[in-house]
């Protein structure tokens, strides 16, 4: 049987989830129909949503791979262009440029992907218990939903296609224990069958960030020449 995914938002985060169903239907041969929802341009949400050089990543390239059986990835497509060392943090359009060819490759024998660019109003359980995603005059069931959207409505952040206390009414299955699974499970007040679950375990703990001095490497340089440095 196939397994019909949607998944509600197509930034990076949602575009990764749905490289990991689709890679993962393939690794077992279990099928999946996987549907992407995003409003603006799929592939970029807030992070890469930018057309300047200048801004790099957080993260340098050799973490940043959107493939948990291929951690080099990144790199790989990387190298295409230029010599690059997984130490090195590079400009977020190029990280853009990289989920793009990413999600295009996908789908085969098991994995089926489509991004369908529209705004999703709401999502609700249905009484033979499917999962409706309603959007502009359109209603898609699905067995299963991925959110991928930061919840909280604090001022700057973006806020969800729809009320966040509606999701305690859906029965949630799994649910990441990152930041972005963490305000999931809050918005929500620990809704009774709300379970949080993650691959790594419990959400791990945050630490201060430590004073930059001596010790941690020498003389203070520009945070932009570090990370090209890889430093």
Same mark, same amino acid.
């Given at each position: 049987?196939?397994?019909?995914?949607?998944? &509600? !938002?197509?930034? #990076?985060? =949602?575009?990764?989830?749905? &490289?990991?169903?689709? +890679?993962?239907?393939?690794?077992?041969?279990? #099928? &999946?129909?996987?549907?992407?929802?995003?409003?603006?341009?799929?592939?970029?949400?807030?992070?890469?949503?930018?057309? *300047? #050089?200048?801004?790099?990543?957080?993260?340098?390239? =050799? &973490?940043?791979?959107?493939?948990?059986?291929? #951690?080099? *990835?990144?790199?790989?497509?990387?190298?295409?262009?230029?010599?690059?060392?997984?130490?090195?943090?590079?400009?977020?359009?190029?990280?853009?440029?990289?989920?793009?060819?990413?999600?295009?490759?996908?789908?085969?024998?098991?994995? @089926?992907?489509?991004?369908?660019?529209?705004?999703?109003?709401?999502?609700?359980?249905?009484?033979?218990?499917?999962? %409706?995603?309603?959007?502009?005059?359109? $209603?898609?069931?699905?067995?299963?939903?991925?959110?991928?959207?930061?919840?909280?409505?604090?001022?700057?952040?973006?806020?969800?296609?729809?009320? %966040?206390? %509606?999701?305690?009414?859906? /029965?949630? =299955?799994?649910? !990441?224990?990152? @930041? $972005?699974?963490? *305000?999931?499970?809050?918005? +929500?007040?620990?809704?009774?069958?709300?379970?949080?679950?993650?691959?790594?375990?419990?959400?791990?703990?945050?630490?201060?960030?430590?004073?930059? =001095?001596? %010790?941690? !490497?020498?003389? /203070?340089?520009?945070?932009?020449?570090?990370?090209?440095? !890889?430093?």
């Amino acid at each position: 049987m196939t397994v019909r995914i949607g998944v &509600v !938002g197509g930034g #990076p985060s =949602g575009c990764a989830a749905a &490289v990991a169903l689709c +890679s993962a239907a393939e690794a077992h041969h279990s #099928p &999946v129909d996987v549907t992407v929802f995003e409003k603006q341009a799929p592939y970029k949400g807030r992070t890469f949503n930018t057309g *300047d #050089p200048v801004l790099l990543l957080n993260t340098s390239a =050799g &973490v940043t791979s959107v493939r948990a059986e291929n #951690p080099n *990835d990144f790199v790989s497509f990387l190298a295409t262009h230029r010599p690059t060392n997984p130490a090195d943090f590079v400009a977020r359009t190029e990280a853009a440029a990289y989920l793009q060819q990413t999600m295009n490759g996908l789908g085969g024998r098991f994995s @089926r992907l489509r991004v369908r660019q529209m705004e999703v109003r709401c999502v609700e359980e249905t009484p033979e218990a499917d999962l %409706a995603v309603r959007s502009e005059g359109s $209603r898609f069931l699905f067995d299963a939903s991925c959110w991928r959207w930061a919840l909280r409505s604090e001022p700057l952040r973006r806020r969800p296609p729809c009320d %966040a206390s %509606a999701l305690s009414r859906l /029965p949630v =299955g799994r649910c !990441g224990a990152g @930041r $972005r699974g963490s *305000d999931s499970w809050l918005s +929500s007040q620990r809704h009774r069958r709300l379970r949080v679950a993650a691959f790594k375990g419990a959400p791990r703990t945050h630490h201060a960030p430590q004073p930059f =001095g001596k %010790a941690a !490497g020498g003389s /203070p340089v520009p945070v932009a020449q570090r990370r090209r440095s !890889g430093r």
